[in-house]
């Protein structure tokens, strides 16, 4: 592709071919600090609808309202002692999202690090209006989309990327990435969808930002992007 598109453009490939209904989400972490008029308090999973939307937020360890989200973001260090008892009777007793300590603490051990200390500041925004290089590119669609996000996504190298898909909402769409490098599809967690109102279709697809070109690439050679679909008389049935 030569030069790399700028973020406008990005968006609005996607946003022709793959017909969203939601913007694609640039997610940038930065030390550098963002100026904002609007410095709100929110948690993570409400940031992510909001910028899938339209809106532009800046959140920072003052502004993440979630713990978790301040966790999975690397605001805040994992929680130990007696957070740590809270979080697992909130969990086991209060959302019953786990049946057991154990089952909790094996989902913890077995599921990838947290960026603890990563940056000062998290910016969420629709990739249009990116002003920042991204780290990640998060995709609100639904399962046709994401199955054609994920056939771009590999067009060129054939790997499956490794998927993880319990955990928070957070964790499966940006921190997993940020630490793995990985592609993932998420279906978020319960909590969050419910609470968010997030559509029952609803998938949320991560991209790290720096596999973007090689999607865009494949578009006009790849049936899930724009090339034509042959089929050979000896594969056609009746």
Request: charged share 25%; aromatic share 10%; proline share 6%.
């Amino acid at each position: 592709m030569g030069v790399l598109m700028d973020f406008k453009k990005q968006s609005s490939v996607f946003k022709k071919i793959l017909d969203l209904k939601y913007e694609p989400i640039a997610i940038s972490f930065t030390n550098n600090e963002i100026k904002t008029e609007d410095k709100q308090r929110i948690a993570i999973c409400r940031a992510i609808k909001l910028a899938a939307q339209g809106e532009v937020i800046v959140i920072d360890k003052e502004t993440s309202t979630c713990p978790g989200g301040s966790m999975y973001c690397g605001f805040s260090e994992p929680v130990s002692g007696e957070k740590k008892k809270r979080l697992q009777w909130f969990l086991t007793k209060g959302e019953k999202l786990f049946n057991s300590l154990v089952t909790f603490e094996r989902m913890r051990k077995l599921t990838s690090p947290i960026p603890t200390g990563l940056a000062d500041y998290l910016v969420m925004s629709p990739l249009e209006k990116a002003t920042i290089m991204p780290d990640l590119i998060i995709f609100l669609c639904n399962p046709e989309q994401a199955c054609r996000l994920i056939t771009l996504d590999t067009f060129f190298d054939g790997i499956p990327p490794k998927q993880e898909v319990i955990g928070a909402l957070c964790h499966t769409t940006i921190s997993y990435s940020v630490v793995t490098g990985f592609t993932n599809i998420s279906m978020g967690d319960w909590t969050a969808r419910r609470n968010q109102k997030f559509e029952p279709d609803t998938l949320f697809f991560t991209l790290p930002y720096e596999r973007i070109e090689n999607l865009i690439k494949a578009i006009p050679k790849c049936s899930a992007g724009e090339a034509e679909l042959v089929i050979p008389k000896e594969f056609q049935h009746d």
